[in-house]
C-alpha cells in the first residue's frame, strides 16, 4: 500500500538559501519591510493529497503549474523522526511568498506523494532530481538549506507540536521548473522509492 500521511503535512518556504538570496531584496519592502525571522509554514490540506503514480488534474484556467520538489520528514510517537519521504509540492505559480495563498496551493490532488518512507539517513545530505517527460528540469541539494532538519525541526517546536502523522516539508529549491497538462514528473533521490505523477486536464 502506497505511503499517506495520517495527520497534517506543512510546507515551508525560503528554506534553500538561493531562493531565500533570490527573494532577499523584496523582503525589505512594504508591508513586511525586514526578512521573515521564523520559517514561514503553511498547509497542504487533505485534499491535495495524491500517491504516486496517480493524475493530478489541473484545471483549464492554469496553464502552468510550478512543480516543487522536496522531501518530508515525517513525525513519529513522542516527537521523533519515523522517515522521510518524496513529495511534489505543486501549486499555481504566484508572486507572494510571505503569504501563500491557499488558492493557489491547496487545489485538489496538488501535492504528489512518494510511495514509501526511507527510514534513517542523514538530511544534510540528501538530493533530489526532477525529470519532466524524461527531460532532467531541476536538482536540490539539502546540504543548501538556510535551516537545516534538526534546525527547521526545532525553530518549529518553539510554537506548535508536530504530531505522530504530521510531515514537515523542508522546503523546495529556487528555479522550480513549470509542467502543463498531458506531461509526466518524476523526482528520485538516492535511498528513495521515486515519485512519478501525471498531470491531466481537469474534466469539464
Given at each position: ?80 523522526v519515523a522517515g522521510y ?80 502523522g504530521d510531515v514537515l516539508?523542508l522546503g523546495c529549491n ?31
Amino acid at each position: 500500500m502506497s505511503f499517506l500521511p495520517t495527520g497534517t503535512v506543512y510546507g515551508v518556504l525560503l528554506n534553500f538559501r538561493a531562493e531565500f538570496d533570490a527573494l532577499a531584496p523584496r523582503m525589505h519592502e512594504p508591508p513586511y519591510k525586514a526578512p521573515p525571522k521564523a520559517p514561514v509554514l503553511y498547509v497542504k490540506t487533505a485534499n491535495t493529497w495524491t500517491p504516486s503514480g496517480g493524475a493530478i488534474a489541473v484545471p483549464a484556467r492554469v496553464p502552468e503549474v510550478e512543480v516543487g520538489a522536496t522531501i518530508g520528514m515525517v513525525f513519529g510517537e513522542a516527537g521523533r523522526v519515523a522517515g522521510y519521504v518524496l513529495m511534489n509540492d505543486l501549486s499555481v505559480p504566484h508572486a507572494s511568498f510571505f503569504r501563500p495563498p491557499v488558492k493557489f496551493k491547496c487545489l485538489d490532488g496538488f501535492l504528489g506523494i512518494g510511495p514509501a518512507l526511507r527510514e534513517g539517513g542523514d538530511p544534510d545530505g540528501f538530493s533530489l532530481e526532477v525529470r519532466i517527460d524524461g527531460e532532467l528540469r531541476h536538482t536540490a541539494d539539502f546540504s543548501q538549506l538556510v535551516r537545516s532538519a534538526a534546525q527547521l525541526r526545532a525553530d518549529v517546536g518553539e510554537f506548535m507540536t508536530l504530531r505522530a502523522g504530521d510531515v514537515l516539508m523542508l522546503g523546495c529549491n529556487a528555479g522550480r521548473p513549470l509542467a502543463k497538462a498531458g506531461q509526466r514528473i518524476e523526482i528520485t533521490a538516492p535511498g528513495f522509492e521515486p515519485l512519478a505523477n501525471t498531470l491531466v486536464q481537469e474534466a469539464a
